[in-house]
């Protein structure tokens, strides 16, 4: 697994790796390949030789069997999946042949995205809409992601409680109590079966979605508020990082610290895996961003801005080949990390005071448009909330807003994007107690012009607000009605809803400290 | 994706040259990782079958089902299935995703080893204490047994001449002493290889069961048979203290580019230490073919040898107990071995020094003094939104935060299938780890009350039983 390659360099590299992997092709695919090989060769050749053409005995054999439980990023992998499968029913001659075309192809995307003629315009601006407004939070709400499938939401916030969503319906099915203190953070386990949060009473807790019950065991080891906590794709470790200034790799079988990691000189605000599990990225309100090896526990690699601004949130690129990373100067870096590079600056949104969070998402064609899907380099976006109300949604390349999302009340704290039943959506939460989902509506070219005009106009913006809640449509045309779900009137008689008013008023004021964490450092 | 920056004299590193693990449950006599390196099976004295998670080196999962030590463990292609043989004659199929047990084969005789076909995990091959090989087909619920020929090919019987009734007498009585200790799958699992008490290499069609060669290697008895990750280096350990190396035709092209005839096994390298003439408990190729390793008989070093000149590279030092089975992690520069008297797992792998210009952004490393020429505006001011509209104009790369890259596919194409063991939450529940203490050489003690069940491994792992059944075979 080498990584990012220099995009400088990345040319003609990409060149000799081609070159070398279809000379590898073409020597297995030639029936005379008896031909011993000398021992110099050994590592490379003739092991790429099995492993070639086994390939294919392997991808036949893998049709018989069931895959992992473990998928994740079905999203963006299945562009992958899809090539497999063409693969399947190809004759088994020109298999190897159409691969490499198809490796090439894809090298030269990768290096240097030239954009095909025969593909559609790429779109200029996204069109996510309120499907649903999900109430029943108490307080602010600080954390939200979709499980692993997307089937579900969780969420977490000030008032110590956990709550589990339908993502269909929007209905609530799961509050777990548990906790002493306001929740920073939560995270899915990969096989979709937990969540785990990290809370200002200093433990980590398992939440069995399957049978709505905690995990025996409490992760506690951290001496201050937990703040941030991330799964490796694997779901054997848990990585979290506190206000204690350490990084810990917890072994979640045994709910034991394996690592700690002398991380920083202030509190940790955000952890991120790389999607191969080998990389930790943390950060920290000391400004600084960490790369770690998993195995050994060693930094391999700091990253600083020149202002050294506080940093709180990071995350890998989908691909892991770069970092994003939140700062309290109001801007989303985009790092090369392996360079030590910003590549990527993305501004429009208000932080100066929370620690915001976001992620990647993507957009144009759906991966079922196979043909425009593997011409086109992928389109991608990055999402952040913002401290006036409004979810942004940044091309990459371009750095442009893609989509202002109004809707929420206060700040807009955690975002999250997930794909369900073919239809992207994007949930997010905030101060204002809600967690809303937004769905992408797809656009028909005749309506895009008009739509550009609706979208521009400022007052739409504003409507849109309050539409919300009245349930009306913005602008003239059909929209998905838009539900407004009073989840503390619908409460499931077993958690009962109403109880959690009583929270001890310790942890009350412990949880403001979560939610307004920079000023904590500010004072300080 | 580490690679690009990990330091790249440790990446260049090959072997392990430190102690920097242990792991313990119950008394380990038999190991093996799956092909991807993250699990690590270990079969024990009183027949349960751990997985050890090696990121976390905690356990995955138990299997338990076998009433005798475990002989030997072999993982599916894909991870998902494990099929473990035991000295209470029976091999199971498990089905790691829950644990459960696919398939129960009992057979005649205690089982020495048993290993599953490199891509249908129904299908495996089996040699028994005393008795002949079997070739066993288990993918229905009614096992089918196929016995496997041990009596070498004779040269002349393919000639279709006149035979000597004494000579061919003689010879079937020869015939008959022979018994297989050892069978392996070729790569690709169209063949067998199969060692014999007599010294003798046999290979044989898994098709047909038909032995189409034979070669007598040696005066020993074959006590294991490897194959490289390559398929075509062949390591051999005998009871004459030798190890040897071979070179292996590619069996695939047989009948497309030579015949049985043209079956050729060429002894590469022999490994034997003359002085001390110590015996091989246990080998193993390396992740690359490029070294193997060996555990000693009576002595707890590890020898590692490279191949390309044959010669001795490091003996791994550590434990004060005797070693048996020693495995290689596929990918890692990382060593395995369990200690035969405790039964404790023993991990050699490289500690990298931490790098301190990774930690501190603004420094670098360097070898020697350099002086510093400073850039001729590097100390001009400017004023701060200047400089900020400057640096977001440089900003005109156009990233792919999305796709994949290619060249890690290519590595990974046959692990994408890869099943991962699901993560069980209470899986240390059943046992602690800590449950047995030493108290000297040799000796253990329950700490705490104990069961029968872990009383009875202690007593084994004390009186030294476990090691006389793995030693019977070479004698």
């Given at each position: 697994m080498s990584s990012a390659t220099a995009p400088g360099a990345g040319q003609a590299e990409a060149e000799s790796q081609r070159r070398s992997w279809s000379k590898s092709r073409e020597r297995s695919a030639s029936?005379?390949?008896?031909?011993y090989e000398r021992r110099g060769d050994r590592k490379s050749g003739s092991s790429a030789e099995i492993s070639g053409n086994t390939d294919e005995y392997w991808l036949d054999a893998q049709e018989r069997r069931s895959p992992s439980?473990?998928?994740?990023n079905a999203g963006l992998s299945s562009n992958d999946q899809s090539d497999r499968g063409s693969h399947d029913e190809d004759?088994?001659?020109?298999d190897g042949e159409e691969r490499i075309s198809e490796r090439e192809e894809s090298l030269d995307n990768s290096s240097t995205p030239v954009p095909s003629v025969?593909?559609?315009?790429?779109?200029e601006r996204l069109n996510y809409k309120e499907k649903f407004v999900l109430r029943g939070h108490l307080r602010g709400v600080s954390a939200v992601q979709f499980s692993p499938d997307c089937s579900m939401i969780a969420s977490g916030g000030a008032d110590a409680a956990v709550k589990v969503w339908d993502t269909?319906?929007?209905?609530?099915?799961y509050t777990f109590e548990g906790h002493l203190a306001g929740i920073s953070t939560i995270a899915w386990s990969p096989d979709g079966q937990w969540i785990a949060s990290g809370s200002d009473d200093k433990t980590i807790r398992f939440w069995n979605v399957n049978t709505g019950r905690a995990h025996t065991k409490i992760f506690e080891g951290h001496?201050?508020?937990?703040y941030q906590i991330a799964f490796a794709p694997k779901g054997n470790i848990l990585v979290s990082g506190s206000y204690d200034e350490a990084v810990f790799v917890w072994d979640v079988r045994r709910a034991r610290v394996m690592r700690s990691l002398p991380?920083?000189?202030?509190?940790?605000a955000g952890i991120d895996v790389v999607h191969d599990g080998t990389l930790i990225v943390s950060c920290a309100l000391d400004g600084l961003v960490r790369v770690w090896?998993?195995?050994?526990?060693?930094?391999?690699k700091t990253l600083v801005h020149e202002d050294n601004p506080p940093a709180t949130c990071v995350k890998f690129s989908p691909n892991g080949k770069y970092i994003l990373a939140w700062t309290l100067d109001g801007c989303v870096r985009m790092w090369n990390y392996v360079e030590s590079r910003v590549i990527k600056t993305f501004q429009g949104h208000v932080n100066k005071k929370y620690s915001l969070s976001g992620c990647f998402g993507d957009y144009g064609?759906?991966?079922?448009d196979a043909d425009a899907a593997k011409r086109d380099p992928p389109l991608a976006f990055a999402v952040s909330g913002s401290e006036d109300g409004a979810i942004l949604c940044w091309d990459?390349?371009?750095?442009?807003?893609l989509q202002r999302i109004e809707?929420?009340?206060?700040?807009?704290l955690g975002v999250h994007t997930g794909k369900y039943n073919g239809k992207r959506l994007i949930v997010s939460c905030g101060l204002d107690k809600t967690v809303r989902v937004w769905e992408e509506e797809e656009e028909e070219e005749e309506e895009r012009e008009e739509r550009d005009d609706a979208v521009e106009d400022p007052k739409a913006n504003g409507i849109s607000l309050s539409a919300a809640h009245d349930?009306?449509?913005?602008?003239?045309q059909a929209l998905a009605p838009v539900d407004v779900i009073d989840n503390e009137a619908i409460a499931d008689p077993d958690d009962?809803?109403?109880?959690?008013?009583?929270?001890p008023s310790e942890a009350a004021s412990t949880t403001e400290t979560t939610l307004a964490r920079a000023e904590d450092v500010e004072m300080t | 994706m580490n690679l690009s920056l990990v330091d790249p004299f440790v990446l260049a590193q090959d072997y392990p040259d430190t102690l920097t693990e242990k792991l313990r449950s119950g008394h380990a006599t038999c190991l093996r990782f799956n092909h991807t390196g993250d699990y690590l099976a270990s079969g024990r004295v009183d027949g349960t079958v751990v997985i050890f998670?090696?990121?976390?080196?905690?356990?995955a999962r138990k299997l338990q089902g076998h009433t005798r030590q475990i002989q030997s463990l072999s993982w599916s292609r894909d991870g998902r299935y494990l099929l473990t043989s035991s000295q209470d004659w029976k091999c199971i199929l498990w089905d790691?995703?829950?644990?459960?047990?696919v398939r129960t084969v009992r057979f005649e005789a205690p089982v020495y080893i048993a290993e599953l076909h490199p891509f249908n995990h129904l299908l495996f091959v089996a040699s028994l204490f005393e008795d002949q090989p079997v070739l066993v087909d288990?993918?229905?619920?009614?096992t089918v047994k196929r016995i496997i020929p041990s009596a070498p090919l004779r040269a002349h019987s393919a000639n279709g001449n006149e035979i000597d009734p004494a000579t061919a007498a003689k010879q079937a009585a020869q015939d008959a002493k022979h018994s297989t200790c050892v069978t392996i799958f070729t790569a690709f699992g169209n063949h067998i290889i199969a060692g014999t008490s007599k010294g003798w290499i046999n290979i044989i069609e898994t098709?047909?069961?038909?032995?189409i060669h034979s070669t007598r290697?040696?005066?020993?008895?074959?006590i294991l048979a490897r194959l490289a990750k390559n398929g075509r280096d062949l390591l051999i350990n005998s009871s004459d203290r030798v190890i040897r190396t071979v070179l292996m035709p590619d069996l695939s092209q047989l009948g497309v580019a030579?015949?049985?005839?043209?079956i050729k096994l060429q002894v590469e390298h022999k490994f034997q230490?003359?002085?001390?003439r110590l015996s091989w408990n246990h080998v193993t190729f390396s992740s690359t073919g490029e070294f193997v390793t060996a555990t000693t008989f009576m002595n707890p070093d590890i020898y590692v040898w490279e191949?390309?000149?044959?010669?001795?590279v490091k003996i791994l030092e550590g434990p004060k107990e005797e070693l048996g089975v020693v495995e290689w992690h596929p990918s890692r520069p990382m060593v395995v071995a369990c200690g035969l008297e405790s039964g404790c797992i023993y991990i050699w792998s490289i500690i990298s020094p931490q790098k301190w210009s990774a930690l501190a952004p603004d420094f670098g490393e360097v070898e020697e003094n350099v002086e510093y020429v400073e850039r001729e505006d590097e100390f001009d001011v400017h004023p701060a939104d200047q400089v900020h509209q400057r640096r977001l104009d440089l900003e005109d790369e156009e990233p792919d935060?999305?796709?994949?890259?290619r060249v890690e596919d290519i590595i990974d194409v046959n692990q994408s299938g890869a099943f991962g063991v699901p993560v069980l939450l209470?899986?240390?529940?059943?046992?602690?780890?800590?449950d047995i203490i030493a108290v000297g050489p040799g000796t253990m003690r329950r700490r705490g009350s104990g069961d029968g069940d872990t009383d009875r491994d202690i007593k084994a792992g004390a009186t030294g039983a476990t090691r006389g059944s793995g030693r019977s075979r070479r004698r």
């Open positions: 029936p005379q390949r008896a031909e439980p473990i998928d994740r004759g088994m001659d020109h025969e593909t559609r315009a790429k779109p269909s319906s929007g209905r609530l099915i001496h201050n508020y937990v991380a920083h000189s202030d509190p940790v090896d998993t195995h050994s526990g060693q930094c391999l064609f759906h991966s079922s990459i390349i371009s750095k442009s807003v809707g929420h009340t206060d700040v807009v349930s009306a449509p913005i602008t003239g009962g809803d109403n109880e959690m008013v009583d929270i | 998670d090696i990121e976390t080196n905690g356990v790691l995703r829950d644990g459960s047990r288990i993918s229905t619920s009614k098709e047909t069961c038909k032995t290697l040696c005066n020993g008895v074959v030579f015949e049985c005839s043209a230490d003359v002085v001390n191949r390309s000149h044959g010669s001795l935060v999305v796709t994949l890259d209470d899986i240390s529940d059943s046992e602690s780890e800590e």
